[in-house]
C-alpha cells in the first residue's frame, strides 16, 4: 500500500467517522431536548435555507475557481459588499423608491458589469504586480466596509436604503400543487436556480472541459501547464475576475433577496463571504460539495428561525459559529493536503 | 549542475519574498509607505471632489480632526496606543515567517479576560490605589495569557497538525466575537445593563491622567505600549530566543541548522504574538471603555495592525509611527462625523485603499523605475 | 578498454541507424560567475540510449536544458535532424519532437493519468474533452510500448507510485510526439524493482526507434541502460566510452577525476578515545524509503573517517542522523560514550559536534545575514556568544572579526552580507565558525565542493590541524583524491551501508571505484568490521 493510498484510506475513513459523529450527536440532541423534528424541517424552512445559501454558493463557486487555479481570493466578503451596493444604488437610479422586475434584473447586470471592472484591477495588483493575497484580499474587504455605507450615505444620507424591491418568484400552476417538492421546486426565486445552473456549470467545466483541466494544473502544478504550452498567468487571470463577479452576482442576489441595502455594522453581507470560503473548503473544492456546504449553512442560519417558531432557546449566535468550529476541525485531521499546491505563489516563467 | 534549475528558482523564490517582506532598503521601505498613503489620501480626496464636497476643506478637516487640538491630540493617541501594541503583535509573527491574521480575536479575548479577571478579583482587594495598581496588573496579566492561548492554537495546529494558519486565525476571529459577543449579552451582562456589555471595572482600575485631560487616553497606556516596543525589539536584537525567531523567518532551513525546533518556535511566535494582542484588549478595556463591549463594535485594530507592521516592515521600532499615521486616520474620523458633511465611512475605505497598496510593493516600484526616482536602489 | 573521441563515432558501429538525430557543439552556458558547461560536444545517434554520466554539479541537466530550450546557451550550437536550431522554450523543443522526463515530475497530483497526459493538447468535442477519443490513443499508445500506464487512466496520479507517475511523464511525452527522450536522472526516486522495469522499458522504446538521453550518477545504471556513455566533469566532456568496452571502476574515475591534485599527508598520531560511536543505524529519507541500513563504525579522537560513495547512496541521512537533523529508525548513536540517539540538535551542538553542511547556501548561512550575524549561528546557546539567553553581539562579532583573519575569507568585512561572499570563502567562513565552540567532533559533508583550488587546500589543512589536535573528524565526500588524502580510514557507502572500510595507503584508485559502485573487493585490504578497525 502506498504512501497516497494510505492517506487517501484515512481520510475517508476520517471522513466517515466525522458524518457518523455528526448524525449520532444529532440524534441524540433531538432525543435529548425532545425536539420537535416536524415543526423544524418544514418546507417553508427548506426555502429559506435555498434563498440564505445561493448568494453564499455563488461566491464559494468563484472562491473556489481562483484558489483552483493558485490565487486565494481572501476578498470574497469585500467583492459581496460591492456586488450588494452597486446593485442597490443602480436598482434606486433605475427605478427611484419603486423599481420593476425590470429594473431589478438591469440592477443585477450592471453590479456583474461593475464586478468585473473591479476585480480585473485586483487581478492585475495580484498578478501582474505579485501583490501579497491575503492583504489585498483584507484590503478589498476593509474598502467594502467602508465604501459601500459612503456610497449609501451619498445617495440616501444614510447607511441603509429605503425599501427598494424584491426579486418576484415564479410559479408554475398546477405543478406547484405537488405536495412538498412542488413549493420547493416550482414557486422559487429565480436566482435559486441561476445559482444551481452556475454550480452545475461551475462543476462540468472544472472537471470535463480544457479550461478545467487548465485552472487545476495552474493551481497545483503550474510548471506543467507551462510546460505544456498554456498561460498559467492568463488563466489565473480569467478565474480572479471569474472569483470576483461571481461574489459581486452573490451579492447583488442577497439584495435582490432582501429588497433594501443595509450598511450598518459589517453590513448586510455580514461574513457571508467569509462562510463561502468555509463552503468551498468544506466542499473539498468541487462545486457541488461547496453548495452542499453553503445549503448546509444557510440552513444552519435559518434554523435559529425554526428554533424561534419551536420554541427551542439556543443561541443563533452560537449556531452561526459552527461552521467556523467546522473548518478548523477539518483543516487539522485533513492538514494541508487537500489545498492546490501551489496556492499564493506567483508564477513567473522561465523565459 | 543537476540540481541548478530547481534550487535556484527555489532561491530566487525566497530572495523575492524576503526583498519583498523584510529587506527593502530602510528609504525603499519609507518610500513605499509614505506612497501608499499618499495614494490612498489621493484617491479619497477624489472621490470627495467628486461626490461634490470640497476637497481642501476634507482635508484640512483631516489634519484638524488628528492634531489640531488637544483633544483631537489625544484621541489621536488613543488610537495609536492600540495599533502600537496590536502592529507589534503582527509583526512578531511576520518577522518569524508566520502569519498571524487572529490578532482581532487574540485581543477580544485578551479584553475580556481582563475585564472578567478583574471584576472578580476587585472584591479581594482593598480599594484604594495599591488595590487599583494590583488589579491593572492581574488584568494585563490575565489578558496576555489569554491572548497568548489564543494563538498558540492555531501555532500548535500549524505546526503539529499542518493546518494553514491564516485560514484557521480568521476562522477564530470570527469564533471570538461570537462567543464574546454570546457570553457579553447573556451570562456575563448585568441585569441592570440597558446596553450590551458586562459589569463596569471598579472605580479604582484606570490610568492616571497626565498632561491631557481626555478620559479615553491616559499617557500611562502609551508608555506601557512603547515598553512593549522596547521589550520585542530588544528581545528581536539582543536575545537568542529573538535570534532564533528571526532567522527562521529569514531562512527556515537554516534557522532548523543551527537548532531551533522549527515546530517549537512556530508555537511560541505565535504564543508571544498573541500575549502582546492580548494586551491591546487589556489596554481597550482599561484605559479606554472601562468595561468590555459587544466586540462587533469594537473597531478593527486588528485588522488594520496587518496593515500597521507591514507599513513599518515588520520593524517593531517602525510600528510606531505607522500607528500614529492609523491613529490619525480613526482619530480624524471622529471629527468628521460630527463636523463634516462628508460621510464618514469614506476614511475607512481610504484606510483600506492604504492597505491595499502597502499589500503590493511592487507597484511603486514600478512607479518610482518609471518617473526615475529611487530606482536605482534595485 | 577502448576510449574513443569525444563523440565517439570513431569506432565501428553495431546500432542500427548511424545517424544523429541530436548533434550539441562546443555548447558553454554560464550562470554568473559560475561555468555549468564548457565547449561540451554531444551526439545522440538514432535508436540508441546514450547516457550523460558525470557528479552533482557536473553540468549534465544543465545541458540537456539547453537542448530543451529551458536555457539558452552562451556558445555553441544545437542541430535537430541535421537542421540547426534554436529554442526558446519547451513548446519548440517539444514541437522538434523532443521530450524531456524531469526529475521531479510534471504532472498534477490530483488529476488522473488521462487528465495529465492530454494537458495541453486536448482533444475536444461539442467543447468538452473528448476522453473516448484520448483513451483510446493513450491505449494504442500503451500496448505498442508495452506500457501498464492505460490501466490507470482515470486514477489520479497522488495515488500511484513514483514508477507509475515516472511512466506516465513518459506517455505524456509519446502523446506529443516525442522522437527524442530526455531522462533527468530517472532512478533518483525508483525502488530497485522500478529502475529495473524503467530500464526494460529504455530497451522497449529503443527497439521502438526512439533515440534515448539517459543522465545518471549511478555507475551500474548507466552500464546496464545505455549504449554509449558521455562523462562529464566540473561542465566538461571528459570522454564518450562504448558501454559494452568499458567497466565501472574505469567511469568512475572519469567521473570523478584521476589527477592527483594533492598528496597524502603521512599520518604522526596515534589515535586515542571513541569520540563517535555508531551501533545499527537506519534512517529514513524524505519518502519513508530507508536510505541507511544497519550502519555501524566509530570514529576516535586523532583520527578522520572518510566516507566515500558516490551521491545519493544514503550519506546525506546518515550526517543528518548523526548531526540531529533527523530522526533515526533503529540503532544507536554514542558521543563520548554517551547516548545521543534521541537528543536533539541543539544538544549535540552544545555536546561538542561541529558541522559543516553539505548547502552551505540553504543550511549553512542566512543569505541575508552579515557575517557577523551569520558567526552566530550555530552557536546561540554557546557562551561566551550567548549567556543566559542574551546575546553578546560584541563578542559575536570579534569572532566574526577572528574567523575572517584566520581563514583568509575573502570580503569587504564583516557587514558584508554573506550572500556576496564566493563559495569558497562562505566555507572557509562555516569551517571557521563551526571551530568556534570547542568541538571534539566535526562532521564535513562535501567541505570542499564548489570551491576554488586555493580554498580546498586551506580546508583540507584544517582538517588535518583539527584531526592532530586531538578531534575526531568525519568527512563525507564523493571526491576520491580528496578522501584519500584526507582519511586515516575509508569507509565506503554504497545503497545506504557500509560495504567496506579500507586503509587509504593501501587501496588503488580502482578498487575504490569499483567499491563506490557497490562491488566487494574479494580478499582485497580491507577490514572487516569498521568499528574495530584500528590496531
Given at each position: ?351 | ?378 | ?243 559494452s568496452e568499458t567497466s565501472e571502476g574505469e567511469l568512475a574515475r572519469m567521473m570523478v577525476g584521476r589527477e592527483v591534485l594533492f598528496d597524502r599527508l603521512s599520518r604522526e598520531t596515534q589515535p586515542g578515545e571513541p569520540v563517535l560511536e555508531v551501533e545499527g543505524l537506519r534512517v529514513d529519507g524524505d519518502r519513508g524509503l530507508e536510505r541507511v541500513s544497519d550502519v ?25 542522523a548523526l548531526t540531529g537533523l533527523r530522526p533515526v529508525g533503529a540503532g544507536t548513536i554514542r558521543f563520548r560514550g554517551e547516548e545521543i540517539t534521541e537528543t536533539g540538535r541543539r544538544t549535540r551542538i552544545e555536546a561538542g559536534i561541529a558541522y559543516v553542511p553539505e548547502d552551505r547556501q540553504t543550511d549553512g548561512l542566512v543569505q541575508r545575514y552579515d557575517l557577523v ?163
Amino acid at each position: 500500500m502506498s504512501l497516497a493510498d494510505y492517506s487517501a484510506s484515512r481520510e475517508a475513513r476520517l471522513g466517515g467517522i466525522g458524518l457518523l459523529g455528526l448524525l449520532v450527536l444529532g440524534a441524540a440532541a433531538v432525543v435529548w431536548f425532545d425536539v420537535p423534528v416536524e415543526r423544524i424541517v418544514t418546507v417553508g424552512f427548506v426555502n429559506r435555507a435555498l434563498l440564505a445559501a445561493s448568494p453564499i454558493a455563488l461566491a464559494a463557486i468563484g472562491g473556489l475557481y481562483a484558489e483552483k487555479s493558485g490565487v486565494f481570493n481572501i476578498g470574497l466578503e469585500g467583492f459581496m459588499i460591492f456586488g450588494a451596493i452597486t446593485a442597490a444604488v443602480a436598482l434606486y437610479g433605475l427605478g427611484g423608491t419603486d423599481p420593476t422586475q425590470i429594473h431589478l434584473w438591469a440592477a443585477v447586470l450592471l453590479a456583474v458589469v461593475f464586478s468585473v471592472l473591479l476585480t480585473l484591477a485586483y487581478a492585475v495588483l495580484l498578478i501582474r504586480f505579485e501583490a501579497d493575497q491575503i492583504v489585498a484580499g483584507l484590503a478589498v474587504w476593509f474598502m467594502g466596509l467602508g465604501f459601500a455605507p459612503f456610497a449609501a450615505s451619498l445617495v440616501w444620507g444614510t447607511v441603509r436604503s429605503p425599501g427598494l424591491t424584491r426579486v418576484n418568484y415564479y410559479s408554475l400552476p398546477y405543478l406547484v400543487e405537488i405536495p412538498v417538492v412542488g413549493p420547493i421546486l416550482f414557486q422559487q426565486s429565480p436566482f435559486v436556480v441561476v445559482t444551481a445552473v452556475v454550480v452545475v456549470a461551475a462543476w462540468v467545466v472544472l472537471y470535463r472541459t480544457r479550461y478545467g483541466y487548465w485552472i487545476q494544473a495552474a493551481g497545483d502544478n503550474p510548471e506543467a501547464l507551462d510546460t505544456a504550452g498554456v498561460n498559467v498567468n492568463r488563466v489565473r487571470y480569467a478565474t480572479v475576475v471569474f472569483s470576483g463577479v461571481m461574489a459581486g452576482l452573490g451579492g447583488a442576489v442577497l439584495l435582490a433577496h432582501a429588497g433594501n441595502f443595509i450598511g450598518t455594522g459589517d453590513t448586510m453581507v455580514d461574513g457571508r463571504g467569509w462562510i463561502a470560503i468555509v463552503a468551498y473548503l468544506f466542499g473539498n473544492y468541487n462545486p457541488l460539495g461547496a453548495a452542499a456546504a453553503a445549503l448546509l449553512f444557510g440552513g444552519l442560519d435559518m434554523l435559529q428561525v425554526q428554533f424561534q417558531t419551536a420554541d427551542i432557546a439556543v443561541s443563533g449566535r452560537l449556531m452561526g459559529l459552527a461552521p467556523y468550529v467546522g473548518v478548523i476541525v477539518v483543516l487539522t485531521v485533513w492538514g494541508k493536503t487537500r489545498m492546490p499546491a501551489s496556492v499564493g505563489e506567483p508564477y513567473e516563467s522561465e523565459e | 549542475m543537476s540540481d541548478a534549475p530547481d534550487s535556484g528558482r527555489v532561491r530566487a523564490a525566497l530572495d523575492r519574498a524576503a526583498d519583498r517582506m523584510l529587506d527593502a532598503s530602510v528609504y525603499e521601505r519609507i518610500g513605499i509607505a509614505v506612497g501608499s498613503t499618499g495614494l490612498a489620501l489621493a484617491i479619497g480626496l477624489v472621490i470627495v471632489a467628486l461626490a461634490g464636497y470640497d476637497p481642501i476643506r476634507f482635508a484640512t478637516q483631516l489634519v484638524v480632526g488628528s492634531f489640531g487640538s488637544e483633544r483631537a491630540f489625544a484621541r489621536t493617541l488613543q488610537f495609536t496606543t492600540l495599533f502600537v501594541l496590536a502592529g507589534v503583535a503582527v509583526a512578531i509573527a511576520f518577522r518569524a515567517g508566520v502569519f498571524n491574521i487572529g490578532v482581532q480575536g487574540q485581543l477580544i479575548f485578551g479584553g475580556i479576560a481582563c475585564v472578567l479577571s478583574i471584576v472578580w478579583l476587585a472584591p479581594y482587594l482593598p480599594e484604594g490605589r495599591i488595590g487599583g495598581v494590583s488589579l491593572i496588573v492581574v488584568g494585563l496579566l490575565a489578558s496576555a495569557v489569554a491572548g497568548g492561548l489564543y494563538a498558540a492554537l492555531p501555532g500548535a495546529l500549524k505546526a503539529y497538525y499542518g493546518a494553514n494558519e491564516i485560514i484557521t486565525t480568521i476562522m477564530l476571529n470570527f469564533i471570538a466575537i461570537g462567543v464574546v459577543g454570546w457570553a457579553v449579552d447573556g451570562p456575563l451582562r448585568p441585569d441592570d445593563a440597558r446596553s450590551v456589555r458586562t459589569e463596569y471595572l471598579p472605580d479604582n482600575v484606570g490610568f492616571p491622567q497626565l498632561l491631557f485631560d481626555y478620559p479615553s487616553f491616559s499617557l500611562v497606556g502609551l508608555g506601557l505600549a512603547l515598553v512593549v516596543v522596547a521589550v520585542i525589539s530588544v528581545l528581536m536584537t539582543r536575545t537568542r530566543f529573538g535570534y532564533d525567531m528571526v532567522t527562521s523567518g529569514y531562512q527556515l532551513r537554516a534557522a532548523t541548522y543551527s537548532g531551533v525546533d522549527a515546530e517549537r518556535m512556530i508555537v511560541a511566535t505565535m504564543t508571544l504574538s498573541g500575549m502582546v494582542a492580548g494586551l491591546v484588549g487589556a489596554v481597550f478595556a482599561i484605559m479606554v471603555q472601562g468595561y468590555f463591549i459587544d466586540p462587533t463594535g469594537l473597531g478593527t485594530y486588528g485588522f488594520d495592525a496587518i496593515a500597521v507592521s507591514l507599513l513599518a516592515a515588520n520593524n517593531p521600532i517602525g510600528v510606531v509611527p505607522a500607528a500614529l499615521l492609523f491613529g490619525a486616520l480613526d482619530s480624524a474620523s471622529s471629527h468628521v462625523q460630527i463636523h463634516s458633511e462628508v460621510p464618514v465611512q469614506l476614511i475607512d475605505g481610504i484606510v483600506g485603499l492604504v492597505v491595499l497598496f502597502v499589500a503590493a510593493p511592487e507597484l511603486f516600484r514600478m512607479i518610482a523605475e518609471r518617473t526615475g526616482l529611487g530606482g536605482g536602489e534595485r | 578498454m577502448t576510449r574513443t573521441d569525444g563523440n565517439g563515432e570513431g569506432t565501428g558501429a553495431e546500432t542500427r541507424g548511424d545517424r544523429p538525430v541530436v548533434r550539441l557543439e562546443g555548447i558553454t552556458k554560464t550562470f554568473g560567475e559560475v561555468v555549468a558547461n564548457e565547449d561540451v560536444d554531444f551526439t545522440l545517434r538514432e535508436g540508441e540510449i546514450h547516457a550523460l554520466l558525470g557528479e552533482n554539479g557536473s553540468g549534465k541537466t544543465t545541458l540537456m536544458s539547453v537542448l530543451y530550450g529551458l536555457y539558452d546557451q552562451d556558445e555553441g550550437s544545437i542541430v535537430v535532424d541535421s537542421e540547426p536550431r534554436r529554442f526558446d522554450s519547451p513548446q519548440d523543443a517539444m514541437a522538434a519532437g523532443i521530450g524531456m522526463i524531469h526529475q521531479h515530475f510534471q504532472l498534477v497530483a490530483p488529476m488522473t493519468v488521462l487528465q495529465n497526459v492530454v494537458l495541453g493538447t486536448e482533444p475536444t468535442r461539442r467543447g468538452l474533452v473528448d476522453e473516448a477519443a484520448a483513451r483510446e490513443r493513450i491505449e494504442s499508445l500503451c500496448s505498442r510500448y508495452g506500457f501498464d500506464v492505460d490501466r490507470h487512466l482515470d486514477t489520479p496520479v497522488e495515488e500511484l507510485d513514483l514508477g507509475t507517475r515516472q511512466r506516465v511523464e513518459i506517455v505524456k511525452s509519446l502523446y506529443r510526439g516525442a522522437e527524442i527522450l530526455v531522462f533527468d536522472e530517472p532512478t533518483a526516486v525508483l525502488t530497485p524493482q522500478e529502475v529495473d522495469a524503467l530500464i526494460g522499458l529504455l530497451d522497449d522504446l529503443r527497439e521502438a526507434g526512439r533515440s534515448i538521453v539517459f543522465i545518471s550518477h549511478k555507475l551500474d545504471e548507466v552500464l546496464a541502460a545505455a549504449d554509449r556513455i558521455t562523462v562529464l566533469r566540473d561542465g566538461r566532456a571528459i570522454g564518450t566510452v562504448r558501454a559494452s568496452e568499458t567497466s565501472e571502476g574505469e567511469l568512475a574515475r572519469m567521473m570523478v577525476g584521476r589527477e592527483v591534485l594533492f598528496d597524502r599527508l603521512s599520518r604522526e598520531t596515534q589515535p586515542g578515545e571513541p569520540v563517535l560511536e555508531v551501533e545499527g543505524l537506519r534512517v529514513d529519507g524524505d519518502r519513508g524509503l530507508e536510505r541507511v541500513s544497519d550502519v555501524s563504525f566509530g570514529v576516535r579522537e586523532r583520527e578522520i573517517l572518510g566516507i566515500a560513495g558516490v551521491q545519493g547512496n544514503g550519506q546525506t541521512e546518515l550526517v543528518e542522523a548523526l548531526t540531529g537533523l533527523r530522526p533515526v529508525g533503529a540503532g544507536t548513536i554514542r558521543f563520548r560514550g554517551e547516548e545521543i540517539t534521541e537528543t536533539g540538535r541543539r544538544t549535540r551542538i552544545e555536546a561538542g559536534i561541529a558541522y559543516v553542511p553539505e548547502d552551505r547556501q540553504t543550511d549553512g548561512l542566512v543569505q541575508r545575514y552579515d557575517l557577523v550575524r551569520n558567526a552566530l549561528l550555530g552557536n546561540q546557546t554557546v557562551a561566551p556568544y550567548s549567556v543566559d539567553g542574551w546575546l553578546d553581539w560584541s563578542r559575536v562579532s570579534a569572532h566574526a572579526e577572528e574567523v575572517v583573519r584566520e581563514f583568509d575569507v575573502q570580503t569587504s568585512g564583516t557587514g558584508a552580507e554573506a550572500a556576496s561572499l564566493s563559495g569558497g570563502n562562505q566555507q572557509k567562513f562555516i569551517v571557521g565558525r563551526e571551530i568556534g565552540h570547542d568541538p571534539e567532533l566535526m562532521i564535513a559533508a562535501h567541505p570542499t565542493r564548489g570551491v576554488d583550488i586555493g580554498s580546498i587546500e586551506f580546508i583540507h589543512n584544517r582538517l588535518i590541524e583539527l584531526r592532530d589536535e586531538g578531534l575526531g573528524v568525519v568527512v563525507v565526500s564523493s571526491k576520491l583524491d580528496e578522501i584519500r588524502k584526507l582519511s586515516d580510514r575509508i569507509a565506503v557507502m554504497y545503497d545506504g551501508a557500509f560495504i567496506e572500510t579500507v586503509d587509504p595507503e593501501s587501496v588503488t584508485e580502482e578498487e575504490l571505484g569499483l567499491l563506490m559502485a557497490g562491488h566487494d573487493l574479494g580478499d582485497g585490504p580491507t577490514e572487516s568490521d569498521p568499528a574495530e578497525a584500528e590496531p
